[in-house]
């Protein structure tokens, strides 16, 4: 037996989404087609925005502080972030939710590595030894997209309190957007990784929520996720 049904589900039916996918994909191809074809007007673009985040010259100590930032959204820390957000979802009985956290940022993580292999962006010159692999998307920052996401979506709403969520909203923003920096600062990816790894974030997470509306409820009739909340 699942609590509540379908019409109180964390994530309803809505035909915008469709919507919403689309243009992201529409907006996900061109920058991609435009990263992998090296049009000059994204040189230009990514030129003007590293200068601008790198100064004349990098600090220690805002070197120190993105790198702080570069790893607690590391993938690892990402799928940590994760992983206790789903055990605590699971201990609340919201079972269906706390695997769609897991899958969603498990599969997120393949489609980083499947646009990567597709674009095949080379990072800028003199990035950190650390990193490896192609340039775009930037993988830290999908992946902390993915961990904002699925606080944003199915764990802020969980608390009742108006204004914690509204602080909290604006902490995952805040957040993001320091990651994105941190990975430009470091001279780890070109700004365009940044922006397109928000776009094939969002729409992957639109599917993952259709697929939600779609198959939670015949999920939550399975046994191994008996009295869940959905």
């Not at 061109?30 to 790198?54: H, K, M, P, R």
């Not at 789903?86 to 201990?91: E, I, T």
């Not at 990035?127 to 606080?151: C, K, Q, R, T, W």
Request: hydrophobic residues 55%.
């Amino acid at each position: 037996m699942m609590y509540g049904n379908e019409d109180y589900m964390l994530m309803q039916r809505d035909p915008n989404r469709l919507v919403k996918l689309i243009v992201s994909l529409c907006f996900t191809a061109l920058l991609a087609v435009s990263v992998a074809f090296n049009f000059d007007y994204l040189q230009f673009l990514d030129s003007v925005f590293t200068t601008a985040i790198q100064g004349t010259s990098p600090t220690p100590g805002l070197e120190h502080f993105y790198s702080i930032i570069t790893f607690l959204s590391s993938p690892v820390m990402d799928g940590f972030w994760v992983f206790i957000a789903a055990f605590f979802l699971w201990g609340f009985k919201y079972k269906v939710p706390a695997l769609w956290a897991l899958l969603t940022i498990g599969s997120g993580g393949v489609i980083d590595l499947v646009v990567k292999q597709l674009v095949r962006r080379h990072r800028p010159p003199l990035h950190l030894g650390v990193d490896n692999g192609y340039s775009f998307p930037s993988g830290h920052v999908i992946g902390f997209f993915f961990v904002a996401g699925v606080l944003w979506i199915i764990v802020l709403p969980l608390i009742e309190h108006a204004l914690i969520r509204i602080v909290l909203k604006a902490l995952l923003v805040v957040g993001l957007v320091l990651v994105m920096l941190s990975r430009i600062y470091l001279n780890a990816h070109f700004p365009t990784d940044t922006i397109g790894a928000c776009l094939v974030g969002y729409s992957w997470l639109l599917f993952a929520e259709m697929l939600y509306a779609q198959y939670a409820p015949q999920v939550a009739r399975y046994r191994f996720v008996v009295h869940t909340k959905i």
